[in-house]
T-cell receptor
Framework: QKEVEQDPGPLSVPEGAIVSLNCTYS??????FMWYRQYSRKGPELLMY????GNKEDGRFTAQVDKSSKYISLFIRDSQPSDSATYLC??????????FGTGTSLTVIP | ETGVTQTPRHLVMGMTNKKSLKCEQH?????MYWYKQSAKKPLELMFV???????ENNSVPSRFSPECPNSSHLFLHLHTLQPEDSALYLC???????????????FGPGTRLLVL
C-alpha cells in the first residue's frame, strides 16, 4: 500500500468553479501536511502548510486535515485559468522526510 | 528564478556518458535535497545533505553520485545511466532538516533528463 494516495486526474473545471483536491494516507503518525502547486516546466512551490488537524485558509485556498479519516483536502474557490497546474500533497511524521502524492492535474477553462 | 537554480534545464545523454547536474540555492539554507520525479509517480527523495554532510540516502543506485561542496551548491554526478532513469530531477533546499514541519522545502525548476 502506498503511503500517500492521490487521484492523478486530469480534472477540468470552468472558471469560477470550486475545486476540491484530495489525498488519503495510511500512516497515522503523519502530522505535517503540505500542498504544492507545480506549473509545467517548473518545480513545485509551496501553497499551504498545516500541522495536525484542522483547517487553514489563505485567500482563495483552504486546506483541511481530517486525521481520523486520514484524509486531506485542498479547496480552491473562484478558480482561475492561472490555477491550472499539477497539485501535489505531501506529508511527514517529523518534518524531515516528506512523502508525496502523485499529483492531480487541474485545468481551469476560461 | 532566484531562490533555487538548476542547470542544465534539459539534458540528453547516452548510457555510456558521464554528466553532472548542478543546483545552487541563494536562500541561506543549510539543507539541500535531490528528488526524482517520474510521470504518474510520487516524488522520490534521493539524497539529503545537511551542512554539507549527507544524512540520508534512500537506496539510490551507485550510478548516481551526489556532491555537496558547500551549503549553497549541490551536484548530482551521473554515469552509465539507464533509460528508466529518464525523469525530472529536482533540487530543493530548506533552512534545516531537523523537523518541526516549518522546514518547508523550496524547489528549483528541475533538470529534464533523457537517457537514450
Amino acid at each position: 500500500q502506498k503511503e500517500v494516495e492521490q487521484d492523478p486526474g486530469p480534472l477540468s473545471v470552468p472558471e469560477g468553479a470550486i475545486v476540491s483536491l484530495n489525498c488519503t494516507y495510511s500512516n497515522s503518525a503523519f502530522q505535517y501536511f503540505m500542498w504544492y502547486r507545480q506549473y509545467s516546466r517548473k518545480g513545485p512551490e509551496l501553497l499551504m502548510y498545516t500541522y495536525s488537524s484542522g483547517n487553514k485558509e489563505d485567500g482563495r485556498f483552504t486546506a483541511q486535515v481530517d486525521k481520523s479519516s486520514k484524509y486531506i483536502s485542498l479547496f480552491i474557490r473562484d478558480s482561475q485559468p492561472s490555477d491550472s497546474a499539477t497539485y501535489l500533497c505531501a506529508m511527514s511524521v517529523t518534518g524531515n522526510q516528506f512523502y508525496f502524492g502523485t499529483g492531480t492535474s487541474l485545468t481551469v477553462i476560461p | 528564478e532566484t531562490g533555487v537554480t538548476q542547470t542544465p534545464r534539459h539534458l540528453v545523454m547516452g548510457m555510456t556518458n558521464k554528466k553532472s547536474l548542478k543546483c545552487e540555492q541563494h536562500l541561506g539554507h543549510n539543507a539541500m535535497y535531490w528528488y526524482k520525479q517520474s510521470a504518474k509517480k510520487p516524488l522520490e527523495l534521493m539524497f539529503v545533505y545537511s551542512l554539507e554532510e549527507r544524512v540520508e540516502n534512500n537506496s539510490v543506485p551507485s550510478r548516481f553520485s551526489p556532491e555537496c561542496p558547500n551549503s549553497s551548491h549541490l551536484f548530482l554526478h551521473l554515469h552509465t545511466l539507464q533509460p528508466e532513469d529518464s525523469a525530472l530531477y529536482l533540487c530543493a533546499s530548506s533552512p534545516h532538516t531537523s523537523g518541526g514541519g516549518q522546514e518547508t522545502q523550496y524547489f528549483g525548476p528541475g533538470t529534464r533528463l533523457l537517457v537514450l
